[in-house]
């Protein structure tokens, strides 16, 4: 069975422009979650979807914004990129609410 | 505010030996961790688990301890091995929080040394 697919592995963008992530979760998985990974702050979660419904947010700001789609694929937005969004972007799938994630690669982003 | 903290940004070890790895953590709404391991360039790896109602759990070479009242965990891997060279994170969730919604720790970096 194929894991957690994140695309693109790296990406490079400059201040101000918006980027779009993308994760397809482990088939049969309907819930997905995404979090950041930085050196200072370790992982921190950034939202949870579930039937393409969003369950949970975590406390970043509205330019970052995310979608799950009826086959379960998610996508994550950041609009009005800044230096600070540099970070590796996890997404992670489970069956639901009560079963344990399973992470993807991640998405590198650096912000020049 | 920090909710779970793993103090020890690093710890080395020789192989064959035992690795404790801690975590504390400060909201009491926390009832349920995990420990995930995290190779370079790759996403973390679920390793075990613990509910509140227990204070260990054990799954081969791997032991969770929970301390409640200090609001402390631990992660013991006995008998080390080079390959557990990783960073790992503690993580916590609380009752009727999705786990999908977890709280970390910055990691420790193990080394085990051959």
């Known amino acids: 069975k194929a894991g957690v697919t994140q695309t693109p592995r790296y990406l490079i963008k400059t201040r101000g422009q918006q980027v779009t992530l993308s994760c397809s979760p482990i088939s049969g998985h309907r819930s997905v979650s995404w979090y950041q990974q930085t050196p200072g702050q370790g992982l921190q979660f950034l939202f949870e979807y579930f039937s393409e419904t969003q369950r949970n947010k975590g406390n970043f700001p509205g330019r970052f914004s995310g979608r799950q789609f009826s086959n379960s694929r998610s996508e994550m937005n950041v609009s009005t990129l800044e230096l600070g969004d540099s970070a590796l972007y996890l997404c992670?799938?489970?069956?639901?609410?009560?079963?344990?994630?399973?992470f993807g690669s991640g998405t590198q982003l650096s912000v020049l | 505010d920090q909710q779970v903290k793993q103090n020890s940004p690093s710890l080395s070890v020789q192989e064959g030996r035992i690795s404790i790895l801690n975590c504390d953590y400060t909201n009491s709404m926390f009832d349920y961790f995990l420990w995930y391991k995290k190779y370079p360039a790759e996403g973390p790896t679920f390793l075990i688990s613990i509910s509140s109602i227990k204070d260990k759990n054990e799954d081969g070479r791997f032991t969770v301890f929970l301390n409640k009242s200090a609001k402390h965990l631990s992660l013991h891997i006995v008998p080390s091995q080079p390959g557990d060279s990783a960073v790992y994170f503690c993580?916590?969730?609380?009752?009727?929080?999705?786990?999908?919604?977890?709280?970390f720790g910055q990691g420790t970096i193990l080394t085990v040394h051959p």
């Open positions: 993580a916590a969730t609380g009752s009727g929080t999705s786990y999908g919604k977890l709280t």
């Open positions: 992670a799938s489970s069956l639901g609410a009560n079963e344990k994630l399973f």
